[in-house]
């Protein structure tokens, strides 16, 4: 006669647990790991993703038409398509995540104390981290890639919308990983695509050590407020651009367009304009003519809405909901301002916190601005397309985060990272 064995406490887990389980034990293998073996990782993924290009792109093709016959806004499938083109910038970004320093073991202080006790304090991975996301399968590589180098294990819970892109990414990305020699479990897609997998995800309190959540703003205000694992809240983008009364008019109309117009589905770009009245004569015509062009319904107020019958811009009344409104398409908030100081009130009262751009030639101005907006970037006579970790030279970023605490700005490597100290003696007691 035969018995079987208990069971053990693993085999009553749900899959989200089982697979959060999973990360734990991967990011303990990662932990220790030296940077050549987790570049040597990253690189693999890389050369994955070009060869099985095909691939990812028939399966983000399902998601694409799913989408559009769902009726989806035109802004959302920008961010959910993957083109030839993408998957290869993708994958160039994350060459160039693998040449960047690894931050594991950095020193951030240490000294010798007058006890002579040897004190350091050094970066440690955060452990597993959770990544709940909308629409946006490049998010999938980028996190993974991020998290890898910085010696954490990832559990990926993308939307459902893009679930045939993020499960064959994630079958490329875990053969990349698993072929190099790493634990292929430091790459998870969390099962199920229910709002039951999202909740357990949130509960995980002790399996998954941080959660980082990116897309708009009723996602975000969700995980926050709903989940008991730290979150390190991104925010959305209600990015201003602010038109001194001393500028360089040119520059001002070509860094308007660039800031509303280069990609407006993305969070760095532009939703409000601000002109000061000194210049707005001279400035607005342009400025309306230049945004009618490139296809941008501007959302006036009673001052700019002046300037309309003397363009070919689409100019339309703003309401009080446009002013904190993050667009994500072709249109953008407008007003006409009394001073900067009045832009920066303008500012502090609807901006998000993401980008703010002043456009001046005047060192006094652009002194002022940067000291009085709060926001995580504050750009002087430069595009809000520029906050971004690919740009800053972090490499691909995992979000761009609006809170205070620990990491704020576009977020790299390091902040992907927590510290300990490590305190070394000769036989010190206290």
Known sequence: MTTSSPLSPYDNLSPVAKAAYRARGAAADLAPLPRSAKDDALLAIADALEVRTAEIVEANAEDVARAREAGTAESVIDRLTLTPERVRAIAADVRDVAALPDPVGEVVRGSTLPNGIDLRQVRVPLGVVGIIYEARPNVTVDAAALCLKSGNAVLLRGSSSAISSNTALVRVLRDAVGGSGLPADAVQLVPGESRDSVTE?????????VLIPRGGAGLIRTVVEESTVPVIE???????????????????????????????????????????????DAFLPRALDALAEAGVTVHG???????????????????????ETEYLSYDIAAAVVDSLDA??????????????????????????????????????????????????????????????LHARGPMGLPELTSTKYIVTGDGHTR
């Open 234 to 280: 991104t925010g959305t983008g209600n990015c201003h651009v602010y038109v001194d009364a001393e500028t360089d008019l040119d520059m001002a109309v070509d860094i308007l367009i660039n800031s509303k117009a280069q990609r407006p589905s993305v969070c760095n770009s532009a939703e409000t304009l601000l002109v000061h009245q000194g210049i707005a």
């Open 301 to 323: 107020d009673d001052r700019v809405l002046e300037y309309a019958d003397v363009t070919k811009a689409k100019v339309v009344p703003a309401t009080t909901e446009d002013w």
């Open 201 to 209: 995800l949130m509960r995980a309190r002790g399996l998954v050590d």
């Open 343 to 404: 832009a920066v009130g303008h500012i502090r009262l609807w901006s998000s916190g993401h980008t703010e751009a002043i456009v001046t030639t005047s060192q006094a101005a652009a002194r002022r601005f940067t000291q009085l907006v709060d926001s995580t970037t504050v750009a002087v006579n430069a595009s809000t397309r520029f906050t971004d970790g690919g740009q800053f030279g972090f490499g691909a970023e995992i979000g761009i985060s609006t809170q205070k």
